[in-house]
């Protein structure tokens, strides 16, 4: 049995499951008024910079600019993730980036990946409650079937899937599977301040490179003991 900063990572389930879908329906229910109200914001905000991006791939590589990728959801449901197109027509899409040379065909699309302005398109899955703003990233079935750790795909699962995560927003290159640390602290200690950093972090990696490693991450953001 895994554990998880000193808890056992059965544990770790128990809570997860008791914050998504527990009786008082608090966390839940806020967290999925976030995902609404603010990702039809950044629906509205993102769809200009979709669409005029879209022209340019398409124009690029004179095909269709978006594709869509079947990934592992929330408790193993399978999620269709849509992409911008951001390498040739004949490359595989479910080619491994760890083990094949992925580089991008034109300085544009090296920018969209770099910034992952290519995985925009996702913020359409949120308002519709595929994935959440903020949350593990959804894993290709390829990853799932290679990592062959159950416990850890059931932690990182009991919680919706989301457009940026601590994993993402790591700098961290290669696959999730590499790095469960993120994934395994997320489902621990979430919050709406944890989720609220994420998402700040992930919008100044836009203008400001930079790394996340778990030691970096505010104590304020944790969850508070129980009282007494």
């Known amino acids: 049995m895994g554990r998880v900063g000193g808890v056992t990572t059965v544990n770790v389930v128990d809570e997860a499951v008791r914050l998504v879908d527990g009786p008082t329906g608090a966390p839940s229910g806020g967290k999925r008024a976030v995902d609404l109200v603010l990702g039809l914001l950044l629906c509205l905000v993102a769809l200009p910079v979709i669409v005029v991006s879209a022209v340019v791939v398409g124009r690029l590589f004179r095909t269709w600019p978006l594709f869509v990728h079947l990934r592992t959801g929330h408790r193993g449901r399978v999620v269709a993730i849509p992409k911008l197109r951001t390498l040739a027509p004949g490359t595989p899409i479910y080619a491994d980036k760890t083990v094949t040379d992925l580089g991008p065909h034109s300085r544009f699309a090296n920018t969209l990946r770099s910034t992952h302005l290519d995985e925009l398109p996702q913020l359409f899955l949120v308002p519709i409650g595929r994935l959440s703003l903020v949350g593990p990233r959804p894993r290709m079935a390829s990853e799932v079937a290679d990592h062959g750790d159950p416990v850890y795909e059931t932690v990182r699962t009991s919680v919706l899937q989301g457009c940026t995560g601590l994993w993402q927003i790591s700098g ?24 609220a950093w994420i998402l700040w972090r992930t919008l100044r990696q836009l203008f400001v490179a930079g790394t996340v490693e778990l030691a970096d991450i505010p104590s304020w953001t944790r969850r508070r003991p129980p009282a007494g």
Request: charged share 45%.
């Open 172 to 195: 961290h290159r290669g696959r999730v599977s590499d790095r469960p640390e993120y994934d395994e602290y997320y489902v621990r200690e979430q919050t709406f301040r944890l989720d």
